[in-house]
């Protein structure tokens, strides 16, 4: 009777704890296989793998004009008092962003917005936080000539001083071999577009896309499955998962009572004044996402889950549980890829490029 008792309590205390704890979903090997199959068809329909580049046909690449770029990219001299360089803030050493909140422009100041990240950027529909600039070599004029970042007075001083490299002339018409003037602010920014359009970055997520069902482990697919139908996808989808449209932030309540923010961005309508473009800020991009932290366009949160939590409640109206949270977290971190040894190393020409 005292086993059978004993045998009872056992069973009764197994049954508790299997009830407090969420089950693990388990595969046989054909279900497994079968699973896989099944989502590789979902992933198809939302997502897209990487091409090698960015292409612009208007801006077509030759090897001359992306070492330019390069070195355009990492010159600090393009700033007022070369104090920074694009590189500063979209730091190829880490993912491409310098992971601050906001970030210090040539005389020290800060920013009002976060600095985004240029790897993948090239295949945005827009560029900048409010969308304002069509494409990357439209963008990387802007900063140039902006008072609060690297602070030039205006286009003509910034053609003069890398006019009066020897270097600059001899790279410029190699780079533009059909122009007699070559250097001029609009093949500036094609040439830092033209870098910027070869940073790219699949991981094993793209390997998924291209057919490889055992890319991705059973969590990574299980979490991209929570991804897809909790909604996240109607944003993020595509080749970068983001960077196709502005959204409002947030579609129910305040953005700031979940961020905490101090400074209240109206997105869009900083630059139109239109009601109607208030909290319009640019979709991001996720790929890389769980490296290019602080999150939103004030850099106001610094850890992943918390931002996921922030979207769940204010893009979709969903209280998302710890759960799910870790699920998606899983899936985003499978887009994660490691960054090129050749993307981070300095132009060596940066040692010759302005007479002593």
Request: net charge negative.
């Amino acid at each position: 009777m005292k086993t059978l008792n004993y045998l009872f309590t056992v069973l009764l205390s197994i049954m508790i704890l299997s009830c407090g704890t969420k089950k693990e979903r388990t595969f046989q090997p054909a279900s497994e296989d079968s699973f896989r199959k099944e989502m590789l068809s979902k992933a198809n329909g939302y997502f897209k793998v990487l091409p090698a580049i960015a292409e612009n046909p208007e801006n077509p690449l030759n090897e001359a004009k992306v070492k330019l770029g390069k070195i355009l990219y990492f010159d600090k001299q393009l700033s007022k008092e070369g104090n920074i360089s694009c590189n500063s803030c979209h730091n190829l050493n880490t993912y491409g962003v310098d992971n601050l909140p906001t970030s210090p422009g040539d005389d020290g100041t800060m920013g009002s917005r976060n600095s985004p990240t240029v790897f993948n950027a090239a295949f945005h529909t827009s560029q900048f936080w409010d969308g304002r600039a069509n494409n990357v070599e439209i963008q990387a004029g802007m900063p140039i000539t902006n008072p609060v970042e690297m602070a030039m007075d205006d286009e003509l001083l910034v053609l003069e001083r890398i006019g009066s490299s020897e270097l600059y002339q001899e790279l410029f018409a190699k780079a533009f071999p059909d122009e007699e003037y070559s250097i001029s602010y609009v093949n500036l920014g094609k040439a830092i577009g033209a870098f910027e359009r070869t940073l790219v970055t699949p991981s094993r997520f793209d390997l998924f896309l291209a057919g490889n069902t055992e890319a991705l482990n059973i969590k990574e697919l299980e979490g991209m499955n929570t991804f897809i139908n909790s909604g996240c996808i109607a944003c993020h989808r595509n080749r970068v998962l983001g960077g196709e449209m502005l959204q409002k932030f947030a579609l129910f309540g305040n953005y700031w009572d979940h961020t905490g923010s101090v400074n209240i961005d109206k997105g869009k309508a900083e630059q139109t004044g239109a009601l109607s473009d208030e909290f319009l800020f640019k979709v991001p991009s996720l790929r890389n996402i769980e490296k290019t932290f602080p999150y939103f366009h004030d850099g106001s949160i610094s850890d992943l889950s918390q931002a996921v939590t922030i979207m769940g409640i204010t893009e979709m109206n969903k209280d998302l549980s710890d759960e799910e949270v870790i699920e998606i977290l899983t899936f985003l971190k499978s887009l994660s890829a490691d960054i090129p040894e050749a993307s981070k190393l300095e132009p060596e020409e940066l040692n010759y490029l302005y007479p002593i």
